[in-house]
């Protein structure tokens, strides 16, 4: 007797393998999320490559290579992420009011994103605005398209929040991040900080860009003149599961 497993793919893993959800017929009902990704190695080994850096998600969660995953689960294999889609979400601004980590795949109003951190103690609110350059490396992008694993993406938004309120007692934190085309010039994420003193605010404001960068599941694709290419982990070999320390760089 065989069981199917379902694995949903994102960004260029899903191109490389032509196919948006894998549909597996294993007898196994579980196996460690290593052994999957080994599997996956053995069925498409001109793709092994890729396969090796990539993280397993079950519902929605990071899972070590040594984690038993069953076949029952939410399972996803997440590329690298980009540092910065689903089907898009039918929100409303009346939805999105007060929420204050979301993905979206509207134009990004930070003075929106800057209210929902307004706090009557506190002294210091500022944002960070992400926008996309046209030219990076001698190379002309023409415009950027997300993608996001949009319900375990804005979970993990909310954990940087989390991460943040115990570094920085106090401290508030929104995060909004488009998917879609974004083209040149517009905003393509708002990370708003408010605090009591404006030096927590810019730590704050700093650790949160470097951990989204780390763990967040979205992913870019730069449409240049002359190509297409999707952007991985800036920031060195791709660990979502590691911690930052407060100055922004990893722990080991």
Known sequence: MTNTWTISLFAGLAERLNTRTLFLEWEQTELKAGQVKQRLANLFPEHADLLSVCFMAQNQVYAHDEAIVKFS????????VSGGTDE??????????????????????????????????????????????????????????????????????????????????????AITHRIGTVGIGEISVVIAISSSHRSEAYEASRYAIERLKQTVPIWKKEIYEDGTEWKGHQLGPWDPIASLDGSGGEKR
Not at 144 to 172: F, H
Request: hydrophobic share 35%.
């Open 73 to 80: 689960d939410e399972l996803a294999l997440l590329p690298p």
């Open 88 to 173: 898009a979400q039918d929100d409303t601004k009346e939805l999105h009011e007060g929420k204050r980590y979301m993905i979206s795949d509207d134009p990004i109003d930070v003075n929106s994103v800057l209210s929902r951190v307004y706090h009557p103690d506190h002294g210091a609110a500022i944002a960070f605005v992400g926008t996309t350059r046209e030219w990076t490396a001698g190379k002309r992008t023409v415009t950027l398209e997300y993608e996001a694993y949009v319900p375990m993406a804005e979970s993990a938004l909310a954990q940087i929040g989390e991460e943040i309120s115990a570094r920085w007692p106090g401290t508030l934190c």
